[in-house]
């Protein structure tokens, strides 16, 4: 879960004369909710297009969600391989480039992880390290066949899309929006972001141990996200084990309480928030220096104490 950014204000930039209407809409998707605020000038359009998403939003939810059996997903895991729809392969192909890109931090083949730590059902618990490198063993991007409309998994293997899914979505969502007449708008899932159009939107950044606002963000055709270990965590000897898995090691990430990274689009943004969360801020400088759209700030643990580390694209 990644509710730690929020809607502060925003500010709109119009065309002399031009009149601007919004429709805002709310509703469930992705295990949390969806807020849509989208502008232009014909209502009646802008209704069918917050519709048009909010069902678009339904239907990946069905397709994707690893907590329904009935799911392309849940069926993928179960059997192995599996026919599926186009939205699903391309979620899968840009899955795996997106290991490739991150060299390995960021893997969609890390489901078997989250069910050993207990994390798929919320049955916590601390394995010993022999299990963990038995599991990890079923763990790698690279093994993941695609073939057609077919996705083919090795013994053992297990996709969970949950650190890409929500990104795609969002990005999905704002060219149908823009299609149906959308001038400007915001459509937040679950505290992923993104926005769109003429405007500025100041987002506020929620203290990872707290619900104060410690910084804000003006957003303008860009995208964030955060990745935490405040939500989905459970504490074992003193230490917090959080649900953001480093699949290299098999363990959870401990180096960040927070990241939050704002990017072009809503995959890059939900995909690197993971990503950095995992590497920290002196590995992940790597990532940021390699492309110039990303900006992230991170809340790394030092003791009993957090302390705010930005880092901007391009290495600055």
């Not at 930039?13 to 809409?25: A, D, I, P, T, Y």
């Not at 992923?192 to 957003?219: A, C, H, K, N, T």
């Not at 928030?273 to 790394?300: C, H, K, M, N, W």
Request: net charge positive.
């Amino acid at each position: 879960m990644k509710r730690l950014v929020v809607v502060v204000s925003a500010v709109m930039v119009l065309s002399c004369g031009q009149r601007m209407r919004e429709v805002k809409r709310s509703g469930q998707a992705f295990g949390s909710y969806v807020l849509i605020r989208a502008q232009g000038e014909d209502v009646g359009r802008l209704n069918l297009a917050v519709d048009s998403v909010m069902n678009m939003f339904a239907r990946f939810n069905r397709l994707w969600s690893v907590y329904s059996e009935s799911s392309e997903v849940s069926l993928l895991n179960r059997q192995g391989r599996a026919q599926v729809s186009a939205e699903t392969r391309d979620l899968i192909l840009l899955g795996v480039e997106f290991g490739k890109r991150t060299q390995g931090v960021f893997d969609i083949t890390v489901g078997p992880l989250m069910r050993l730590w207990g994390f798929r059902r919320g049955d916590y618990r601390l394995p010993e390290r022999e299990e963990v490198e038995r599991v990890k063993r079923a763990v790698g991007y690279q093994r993941v066949k695609v073939q057609g409309d077919s996705v083919f998994l090795e013994p053992g293997m297990e996709l969970d899309l949950g650190g890409i899914a929500v990104g795609y979505a969002l990005d999905r969502a704002v060219l149908v929006l823009k299609a149906l007449g959308a001038t400007a708008g915001l459509i937040d899932a679950g505290g992923d972001i993104v926005v769109f159009g003429e405007r500025e939107w100041r987002i506020g950044i929620q203290s990872p141990r707290g619900e104060s606002v410690v910084g804000v963000l003006v957003l303008k055709n860009q995208a964030v996200s955060t990745s935490g270990d405040y939500r989905r965590f459970f504490e074992s000897g003193g230490r917090r084990f959080s649900h953001i898995i480093d699949p290299r090691t098999g363990f959870p990430a401990e180096r960040c309480a927070a990241v939050t990274v704002v990017a072009r689009t809503g995959i890059e943004a939900d995909v690197f928030s993971t990503s950095l969360f995992v590497t920290g801020p002196d590995a992940g400088q790597e990532f940021l220096q390699a492309d110039s759209g990303l900006r992230a700030i991170f809340y790394v643990v030092k003791g009993d104490s957090l302390v705010r580390v930005e880092l901007k694209g391009g290495g600055s």
